[in-house]
């Protein structure tokens, strides 16, 4: 066997799944899992645990997974993580556990976010389900937003023996796992669903269609339905437009509207009456995961599919692997370029993007390299649908209806890193709502903070 | 799940749900509006609220069939569950801030166009229970789309009925009534708000725009979740772009670009009805909605 090497995982071919939507990514079988696991040096002082959000001990569970004991492996992970076949697939563990992987100092990292994933496909396949806790605490926690932040702050909280209630705006639970990533990322009937299924099973309750804000208050919930501490795990659902002519011309999305219809929607589903334009000549400016998600679902939904960034390929905020995916896939990527104006036709349609070339200039103060306009390059793209993926923005809707508490400049709500606290007596806050668009794991990380958090202030 | 408990057809394409929602019913306010999502394959519906009651614990909507998703819906009946049901969303008036007793020296005019009646009406009656008078003009293409009259008539303090066809009522439409009001009558009035189709409220705020009587108007674009997060209902107003969900339902008519809010609701208009055609129409259906070749 190759130490220095990781086993490939298998995936579909590109040419085939840049028509579908099943999942890109196939996993690894028992043996190769079993393989790569063989390869970990099973550190004394793991360094990987420490690039970890939430502090998963992996070499213990992949040392479980080299003794062929992988059940033994799902219950070390459900210790840590509510989500494990979610983070296994859309971790960035490039930049966090397997970074520090001393294997990879000399050749391939140890493939931990695949080894993590198949342990959880394995145990939903055998029907594995975390331990349920046996203690109560009688006392109630109200969890808004059953994201990646509020699944996990509810289920370390219900562990800890807490009656936890989530409450959810939209009609499906999950947040940005079932709206904003695709399914041929994430699927959401195996994958999604039945992690939301095993918070469940540990006693909590997710009551949907309620926007809290304007359905309850969060001071309703602390005084008249009797919660003792609340959750905002709300998210960065807001998004944002370039401010440019013609963007209100029809055929122009936010990455959030076209991922919405067709993820949470299933508008590429036959049988769902939701309708999506899904454009023929696509450009999806931006380049984060967001991004990359919106031009590989038009590209399945049958368009050709531009990329328009106004950085360079190494700038690019997605992660590698996704970028990598999305080439494969046919996504034409027109990098250090810049869009100036939405050209639209006399019945108000997209028809072109008039953009401008760009140059990386000098490092500004973030140590980021500015683009500059070329002057004289201005082009013109012919396209009949733009998808807008600039980012996202807390919705002010909770700060703006509760009292007390308090957001920055960027309407992010402003609460302590380590426990979650908000200027608000018994109101925490973590996730997206807190940092603004980020990451699964790192939304995990503060609903782990903040479960505890909330657990201390309950117990004084 | 939220439970149907009364149901009414108010005309061949208008139908009158009474809905069994705690928390709407609990919150809701005039202006606000739910969404609606009759089961797992169905599209979120934005409806405006037409009545609650906080003792049933119910929220009371109107709706039209224009595609297939409201057909779908119009089909369930009394007893039926319906799968989804959220709300109260966006603002609610404006006025409501104000002092009632300022309300009460306000003469305020209520247009309501075709299924605009239902939002109009909750305004009225709302203003209604705090002894504030206000007319109301409620204008529809012939008698048979005239809806909620006895409702309003029993709120408003006067009410005027038109229809283009000269069917019932005033023959004409509602700026024909706003103009016999104003320059006949010689009727004044502070405040209009109307609600109807885009087509009327712009015409209504060209009017009024010219005898300088402030305007509210009520849009209803296509939205998706109604909370924010997608943007499709954006919509210039004052040369700012503003997201009806949130922002809105109700606007300053004198500022909303009311001609982008046509074309952006066409978009969609395409995609939908382009389905309940060919619905309807199964494989005989080879254009005449406009839109297909």
């Known amino acids: ?43 004394k002082n793991p360094k990987c645990q420490t690039g970890c959000p939430v502090n998963i001990d992996i070499p213990r569970f992949i040392g479980k997974i080299s003794d062929g004991d ?24 490039e930049s966090q556990c397997e970074a520090k992987c001393i294997r990879g100092i000399k050749g391939d990292a140890i493939s931990i976010g ?18 349920v806790s046996a203690e109560k605490k009688n006392k109630k926690v109200a969890v808004i937003g059953s994201g990646p932040a509020g699944l996990t702050c509810a289920g370390d909280l219900a562990k800890m023996g807490y009656d936890v209630t989530i409450f959810e705006a939209l009609h499906e639970p999950g947040g940005v796992l079932v709206y904003g990533i695709p399914e041929f990322r994430l699927p959401k009937e195996t994958v999604v669903k039945s992690e939301i299924e095993n918070v469940k099973a540990l006693g909590v309750t997710i009551e949907t269609n309620v926007v809290v804000g304007k359905s309850v208050t969060i001071d309703e919930l602390l005084t008249e339905e009797g919660f003792s501490a609340v959750f905002i795990g709300s998210g960065a659902g807001l998004p944002k437009f370039m401010g440019i002519p013609g963007e209100n011309a029809n055929g122009v999305f936010s990455a959030n509207e076209y991922l919405t219809r067709n993820n949470l929607m299933k508008a590429f589903t036959e049988g769902y009456d939701t309708p999506i334009a899904a454009g023929k000549k696509v450009a999806v400016v931006g380049g984060g995961n967001v991004a990359m998600d919106a031009a590989r679902t038009a590209l399945r939904l049958g368009a050709e599919v531009y990329i328009v960034y106004r950085r360079g390929e190494e700038e690019l905020p997605a992660r590698v692997e996704e970028v990598h995916h999305a080439k494969e896939e046919g996504v034409v990527f027109k990098l250090l370029t810049n869009p100036k104006e939405i050209l639209v036709d006399e019945n108000g349609w997209v028809k072109g993007m008039r953009c401008v070339k760009m140059e990386l200039g000098e490092p500004d103060a973030s140590g980021r390299r500015q683009p500059v306009e070329m002057p004289g390059s201005e082009f013109v793209l012919e396209l009949d649908t733009v998808i807008m993926s600039l980012g996202t923005s807390p919705n002010p ?3 703006s209806t509760t009292e007390g508490l308090e957001a920055n400049k960027r309407g992010c709500i402003v609460a302590r890193d380590e426990d979650g606290c908000t200027g608000k007596k018994a109101v925490f806050a973590g996730g997206d709502a807190v940092t603004g668009a980020a990451t699964v794991i790192l939304a995990m990380g503060a609903g782990k903070a903040a479960a505890k958090g909330i657990d201390e202030y309950l117990s004084h | 799940m939220y439970e149907i408990i009364e149901k009414r057809q108010l005309s061949d394409a208008i139908v009158l749900m009474e809905v069994k929602a705690e928390r709407v019913a609990k919150s809701c306010l005039p202006g606000q509006f739910v969404i609606v999502k009759i089961d797992e394959k169905g599209e979120r519906i934005p409806l405006t609220i037409c009545d609650y009651s906080r003792e049933r614990a119910t929220v009371t909507i109107v709706f039209q069939i224009v595609g297939a998703s409201t057909k779908r819906m119009a089909a369930l009946k009394k007893g039926d569950f319906i799968r989804d049901f959220v709300g109260p969303l966006g603002k609610s008036c404006e006025w409501l801030s104000e002092p009632v007793e300022d309300l009460k020296k306000k003469k305020i005019l209520f247009v309501a166009g075709g299924v605009g009646t239902a939002p109009v009406y909750p305004q009225v009656k709302w203003l209604w229970e705090q002894g504030v008078a206000a007319d109301c ?17 029993k709120v408003a303090d006067n009410l005027y009925i038109t229809t283009d066809d000269g069917s019932y009522g005033m023959k004409g439409n509602v700026n024909d009534c706003i103009k016999k009001l104003v320059r006949e009558d010689g009727k004044s009035y502070d405040l209009v708000v109307a609600i109807g189709p885009l087509i009327m409220m712009k015409f209504v705020c060209l009017l009024t725009k010219e005898l300088e009587i402030p305007t509210i108007v009520s849009l209803n674009p296509i939205m998706v979740d109604g909370t924010g997060m997608c943007g499709a209902c954006r919509v210039s107003v004052g040369g700012q772009v503003k997201f009806a969900c949130v922002d809105g339902p109700e606007f300053d008519g004198h500022l909303v670009d009311f001609d982008q809010a046509m074309k952006r609701q066409q978009m969609y208009k395409t995609e939908e009805g382009r389905k309940y055609l060919k619905e309807q129409e199964g494989a005989t259906h080879h254009g005449g909605c406009g839109h297909c070749d």
Request: glycine content about 4%.
């Open chain 1, 114 to 131: 695949k080894l993590e994933r198949f342990v959880a496909d394995y145990a939903r396949e055998q029907g594995i389900r975390p331990v």
């Open chain 1, 397 to 399: 809707l909770i700060v």
């Open chain 1, 1 to 43: 066997m190759d130490v220095l090497n990781r086993v490939p995982v298998r995936e579909q071919d590109p040419a085939e799944r840049a028509h579908n939507f099943a999942e890109v990514c196939l996993g690894y079988s028992l043996e190769e899992a079993k393989a790569e696991a063989d390869r970990c040096l099973k550190c």
């Open chain 2, 137 to 153: 003009i409620i204008g529809a293409r012939n008698k048979n789309l005239v809806i909620l009259e006895e409702e309003v008539h």
């Open chain 1, 70 to 93: 992988v059940e033994g492996a799902y219950h070390v992970i459900s210790e840590y993580s509510a989500l494990p076949a979610v983070c296994g697939r859309v971790c960035p563990q």
